[in-house]
């Protein structure tokens, strides 16, 4: 697969870019299926790869914006797909030679949902000390629209540093993060909506959002990561926001390494 040169132009102006098709129907409905399936059972769950991301997450309430990480390591179909080479091609177009695989994602927003995943730069999740060059490819597994929660950006904003963030409803124990101050920010935003196996790639300082889901079927999404390989930075960052979570999601992480290594 590959990009016009407007298009990777588009892309390292604005920080993402919209792909009307990067896989093909049938593909999208064996996702689909293998998506349900993995949902269903939780997949992942004991080993911290799975998580809800805008709650306390402890079991007691209901999911609502379910994910899982590493779903290829649960669905091994998920390996040889045309969408993941089609993603590392346009990798490789975007970041250099030497991008690669750097891990999946599926995120399943319940119909009728009322939780938005808030503005954020992925950035924010990760270790503080290392320098990263990523973009993430996500693909609909359905229509996206802003009814149900298609993408949304902040073009340019890849061009800035990792803005301040906090833990959603400034609670420590749930895992999503929310860029301080988003309503100055969200005046700027771009919507994406788009036709089931299309794309939209950003990069991983790229503001972005996706609001509730108010259709009656569930907003599917599978996201593809890509990176240069990373390096330990020059000058060190305070992601306090990250040091002052205390996250059930953790715990299960922290339960599966230990039981791993007895
Ligand atoms: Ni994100």
């Given at each position: 697969m590959i990009l016009a040169p407007d298009q990777i132009e588009f892309f390292h102006t604005n920080g993402f870019l919209m792909?009307?098709?990067?896989?093909?129907?049938?593909?999208?409905?064996?996702?689909?299926?293998?998506?349900?399936?993995l949902f269903e059972v939780k997949a992942g769950r004991d080993a911290g790869d799975h998580l809800d991301l805008t709650s306390v997450d402890d079991g007691?309430?209901?999911?609502?914006?379910?994910?899982i990480l590493n779903p290829s390591k649960y669905a091994p179909e998920l390996v040889n797909t045309a969408f993941r080479a089609n993603a590392l091609a346009i990798a490789k177009q975007l970041l250099g030679?030497?991008?690669?695989?750097?891990?999946?994602?599926?995120?399943r927003k319940p119909p009728q949902s009322g939780a938005a995943t808030p503005?954020?730069?992925?950035?924010?999740?990760?270790?503080?000390?290392?320098?990263?060059?990523?973009?993430?490819?996500?693909?609909?597994?359905?229509?996206?629209?802003l009814q149900n929660g298609c993408m949304q950006f902040v073009p340019g904003t890849h061009r800035q540093e990792v803005l301040p963030h906090h833990s959603?409803?400034?609670?420590?124990?749930?895992?999503?993060?929310?860029?301080?101050?988003?309503?100055?920010?969200?005046?700027?935003?771009?919507?994406?909506?788009?036709?089931?196996?299309?794309?939209?790639?950003h990069h991983s300082r790229t503001l972005h959002f996706t609001g509730p889901n108010r259709s009656n079927t569930p907003r599917r999404a599978y996201i593809l990561m890509f990176g240069t390989p990373p390096k330990p930075r020059a000058t060190p960052r305070n992601f306090y926001w990250l040091a002052?979570?205390?996250?059930?999601?953790?715990?299960?992480?922290?339960?599966?390494?230990?039981?791993?290594?007895?």
């Open positions: 792909l009307r098709e990067i896989t093909t129907a049938q593909e999208v409905e064996m996702l689909q299926s293998v998506y349900d399936r007691t309430q209901p999911e609502t914006l379910p994910q030679p030497d991008a690669e695989f750097r891990g999946d994602h599926a995120i503005w954020h730069q992925d950035e924010a999740y990760w270790d503080p000390a290392m320098e990263q060059n990523e973009i993430s490819i996500w693909v609909p597994l359905q229509e996206a629209t959603i409803g400034n609670d420590p124990r749930v895992i999503g993060l929310e860029v301080d101050n988003p309503e100055a920010l969200a005046v700027y935003s771009v919507a994406c909506p788009l036709p089931p196996g299309g794309a939209t790639i002052q979570q205390k996250t059930q999601w953790q715990e299960r992480r922290a339960a599966a390494i230990a039981k791993a290594d007895n």
